[in-house]
């Protein structure tokens, strides 16, 4: 088993490259210059001078090494547009998603596992019904305009919640902070939730409908031990979907981050774009990129302790 | 006279999926150094327990694995050889019917759709190879009517089979090799399906390669009869030869080991002693050893070779049957 | 040969499990269904799917059909009538910060945004596919290398892949369209392998093997048929997240760009308007999230009714 993390680890670095590749041949696939983002604010000299410095007179497989090599070390550059260094840029910004993404996942995955293995074992019920109906709604709803929704009730009718920003307040955990993150939460947590419940609802009708079930049944445990059981059995497989719906939070909160004017990497990401601040736009994917890669990599050697059936040769 | 199928040694090693990156590579010696021949017209069984190579050899001689080794001829033309028999002729001259009858057609297709598709990939036209397919439905005891356009999960298990022998017949092979066939049917279907068997042979005048666990189907279907353990040959020789003769303290365990319904025969010891050894790089000398009752010493050290007893098809891969072998008990 | 007789027997036998009496269909008689009618029968059967697939048609056909409805140009501005509310005359929807016809605007958005949604899977799947079967069945080092490269593409969340995608070559639908195919490409890839590798293990592919017939012959006959189903299923799921993620990159300014009318773009430019019309500014989420889940629930019951026992 240590030989498959092992193996599983070395093979993630050929996944890094080739995704550091595609972030750098991205950005630079489109046509116009690197610079023409500032081009209508300096002059001829200052932009030869900006361009030797950024280094984009070089080849661009130069580019790739220097920028990778860098970027490796922490130095990503500087914003073109703010001057400010990427990477610092990055962390806040970053810190800003993650504190969003932690509140969306922990109600989001919480709510709907519950519901999820709720639903699965009183499969046939009305609430089993209710939980699945809801369960494809959440899947087909664009969190947008669960967002943009979302404000207009608690924002503009009820005047409740806040919306727009993080809010002023010192810390993260003051009320003031809540306030802010409720919404954007929310509206991030609806597919993801939606997932994990359908997930968690088909597992735990697969345990059910198998053999074992019936003979703990016939062994005479009572259906809160079997509930038990069932829920052990599903854990795995629910806690990988977790994981992986996590991962996919964190790298595509932009639209939501957008409504709410949420000061995360969505939202850097967003402004990077139309500002083609070249710097900015690398350093954001090739961050929310690797993460999802390192929080891949983290399921998978999770679920190797977490489900002995999986035989991993 | 030239036999229709000559094998010889014939070989196939798997390798296993070692966890480590630099451990040695482990092979799981599925089919190791496996002669024999079939006589066109007659039916040779293979018996053997589970893992012992059998439905592999079925496969090396379809060509559908590759073989490590060994030389095939057919009809007197070497295989897949330059001058010899190409793959697609050996196809059209050789088929095979499956264990598993539901497995073995595709769900997606009606039964005489399944049944045309080898002469149509031959390049017969659809209305003549369906023609022909319905044809073979009838000679398999199906009414075309009544069976050609179901689905596989329309039929019941015996009929599934017929259809893949109806299948196998399509292309007017010369021999059909029938892996562990009626295995997974019920008695009664099973006897059915024997008699069709030996029924079509008879009429088509066809050839056997019959491979099964089940001592009584093949004494009841065979001719002449190969005994594989662990990848080996360990004795071949007619059916009379085989199951009143046996030599192979193997062969002679296995038939010990069948139930009887005779009273006065009761078995009170297996035949069998130890645990068969792993089939993965198996220990030098004689496989069976470990399990024979009467190893001795230089069983461990030298592989006895498949060698002539008393009549003249009849063969044994046993020290105390081989000259000279220094086995105290060589008769 | 499809008398009513016939039907009505078969229709006996439609549980699709080996009937005992499988011996006893009277000769003459037209035999049970394809196993395609079967699956065709079984969703019309459903009634959430016949009522999303009854909806979607609505929603297509009047978007195929909108340039003769008869409504009002959707581009027609008029700063005096902007944000009438729902229901008011002559503009049944409201009208939108321009002044324009909410209802017409949604319908002929209707155009871009089905396309939009259906297009760029309809792209991955022929390409995504090919590649999957052909991994799927040769197996060995090909496989490898294709999913090798797919995994490479597979290790960005698809909304962040979309967005870098459409954002480095720039706004437009053009660009949004190839960027929705490529984020889309890997897991058509990956799903087709998967169920390729299954079915080519099958028996009776063995068997078609043995029989001597060449690779194209045993994928055209054997594999295809087997493989398409449930790479057809995923697909429909793929259509309703492709309805929500260009949506959303048109929604972000990455997709169609103003004046066109689509969906996603009309939800962010009717954002402004969200104290003073309300409802007016949710018309055009509500849309996406309908279509994308009819696609859903199709999808579902397409899975179902493609149980039948294999």
């Not at chain 2, 098809?313 to 105390?320: F, I, N, T």
């Not at chain 3, 037209?30 to 979607?56: E, K, S």
């Amino acid at each position: 088993m240590l030989y498959y993390i092992l193996r599983r680890v070395l093979y993630t670095i050929p996944i890094a490259i080739g995704v550091s590749l595609i972030v750098f041949t991205l950005v630079h696939l489109a046509p116009g210059d690197p610079l023409s983002a500032v081009m209508g604010e300096v002059d001829q000299k200052m932009l030869a001078e900006m361009r030797a410095s950024f280094g984009y007179d070089k080849p661009l497989p130069l580019q790739y090494l220097i920028w990778l090599g860098s970027a490796l070390t922490g130095d990503m550059g500087y914003s073109l547009r703010t001057g400010a260094p990427v990477f610092g840029t990055l962390i806040d910004a970053a810190a800003n998603t993650m504190v969003l993404g932690v509140a969306a996942s922990f109600v989001g995955f919480l709510v709907g596992a519950s519901a999820g293995m709720f639903a699965g074992y009183h499969h046939g019920t009305w609430v089993d019904k209710a939980v699945s109906a809801a369960a494809i709604a959440g899947v087909s709803i664009p969190h947008y305009w669960l967002a943009i929704i979302l404000v207009i009730v608690f924002s503009v009718q009820l005047g409740w919640l806040p919306s727009m920003g993080a809010g002023a307040g010192a810390s993260v955990l003051s009320w003031d902070a809540w306030k802010h993150m409720l919404l954007p939460a929310i509206a991030l947590a609806a597919i993801p939730c939606a997932i994990v419940a359908r997930t968690a609802r088909a597992c735990v009708m697969e345990i059910l409908s198998m053999e074992f079930v019936e003979a703990l049944r016939a062994r005479g445990l009572s259906e809160r031990r079997i509930l038990l059981h069932v829920s052990r059995n599903a854990l795995p497989t629910v806690l990988a979907v977790i994981g992986l719906q996590f991962a996919h939070l964190l790298g595509g909160s932009i639209l939501v981050e957008v409504v709410f004017s949420w000061p995360g990497t969505g939202y850097l990401l967003n402004l990077a774009i139309f500002d083609r601040d070249i710097p900015v736009l690398q350093g954001t994917i090739l961050l929310l990129a690797l993460f999802f890669v390192l929080t891949n990599l983290v399921v998978d050697i999770l679920q190797t302790f977490a489900d002995p059936r999986i035989s991993r040769a | 006279m030239t036999p229709l199928l000559s094998v010889r040694g014939l070989r196939k090693y798997f390798p296993v999926k070692s966890e480590r990156f630099f451990a040695p590579r482990q092979m799981v010696q599925a089919v190791d150094d496996v002669s024999f021949s079939i006589e066109a017209g007659e039916t040779l069984g293979i018996v053997g327990e589970s893992g012992c190579g059998k439905s592999t050899t079925a496969r090396l001689l379809m060509r559908l694995i590759a073989p490590d080794a060994g030389e095939v001829d057919f009809a007197g033309r070497p295989v897949l050889t330059e001058d010899g028999l190409s793959l697609r002729d050996l196809r059209r001259n050789m088929q095979m019917v499956f264990q598993d009858s539901y497995a073995s057609l595709n769900p997606r297709l009606a039964v005489q759709g399944s049944i045309a598709f080898g002469p149509r990939a031959h390049g017969v036209p659809g209305p003549k190879a369906t023609a022909k397919a319905r044809e073979l439905l009838s000679l398999v005891g199906l009414d075309p009517d009544q069976f050609g356009r179901r689905y596989p999960h329309e039929l019941s298990g015996g009929q599934r089979q017929r259809v893949n022998v109806a299948r196998a017949l399509a292309l007017d092979p010369r021999l059909v090799i029938l892996d562990e066939a009626v295995s997974a049917l019920d008695k009664s279907i099973e006897a059915q399906v024997l008699n069709l068997l030996m029924d079509l042979k008879a009429r088509l005048q066809l050839t056997y390669l019959f491979i099964s666990h089940d001592l009584n189907v093949v004494q009841y279907i065979s001719d002449h009869v190969l005994v594989m353990y662990l990848g080996k040959a360990v004795e071949v020789g007619s059916v009379e030869d085989i199951y009143h003769r046996p030599r192979h303290p193997y062969t002679q365990a296995l038939l010990a080991s069948r139930p009887t319904m005779d009273p006065e025969v009761k078995l009170e010891r297996s035949p069998l002693t130890g645990d068969p050894p792993n089939p993965i790089n198996p220990p030098p000398g004689c496989r069976f050893r470990t399990r024979c009752a009467f190893a001795e010493d230089v069983c461990g050290r030298v592989e006895p070779a498949l060698t002539s007893c008393g009549a003249t098809e009849h063969a044994v891969a046993c020290h105390m049957h081989v000259p000279d072998s220094g086995h105290s008990r060589r008769q | 040969m499809n008398a009513p007789e016939a039907q009505r027997i078969t229709l006996k036998f439609d549980a699709l499990t080996p009937a005992p009496g499988a011996m006893e269909v009277p000769v003459g008689v037209m035999l049970p269904r394809t196993y395609w009618q079967t699956v065709g029968v079984r969703l019309a059967r459903d009634p959430y799917t016949a009522a999303c697939a009854f909806i979607l048609l609505a929603i297509a056909g009047a978007a195929v059909l909108a340039p003769w409805l008869g409504l009002p140009d959707p581009a027609a501005t008029n700063a005096a009538q902007r944000l009438l509310p729902v229901g008011s005359s002559g503009h049944l929807l409201g009208t939108d910060e321009l002044g324009r016809d909410m209802l017409s605007r949604l319908i002929h958005g209707g155009r871009l945004s089905l396309t939009m949604g259906v297009l760029p899977v309809a792209v991955a799947l022929a390409i995504g596919g090919t590649l999957g079967l052909v991994a799927g069945f040769i197996g060995g080092r090909t496989n490898m290398l294709v999913m090798r490269l797919t995994d490479v593409l597979y290790a960005f969340p698809s909304i962040l892949l979309a967005v870098a995608i459409a954002g480095s070559l720039g706004a437009g639908v053009g660009n949004a369209l190839l960027a929705i195919t490529i984020v889309f490409i890997p897991p058509i890839t990956r799903v087709t392998e998967s169920v390729t590798t299954q079915v080519r293990a099958m028996d009776f592919v063995e068997a078609a093997r043995a029989s001597g017939a060449g690779a194209f012959r045993i994928i055209r006959t054997h594999i295809l048929g087997n493989v398409m189903g449930p790479v057809f299923v995923y697909a429909t799921v793929l259509v309703s997240v492709s309805i929500l993620i260009s949506a959303g990159l048109s929604f972000i300014g990455l997709g169609a760009s103003p004046p066109t009318a689509e969906w996603g773009l009309m939800l962010n430019t009717l954002r402004e308007s969200i104290f003073l019309a309300p409802l007016n500014a949710v018309l055009p989420g509500f849309m996406i999230f309908i279509t994308s889940m009819c696609f859903n629930l199709i999808s579902d019951g397409l899975r179902s009714a493609m149980d039948v026992r294999l």
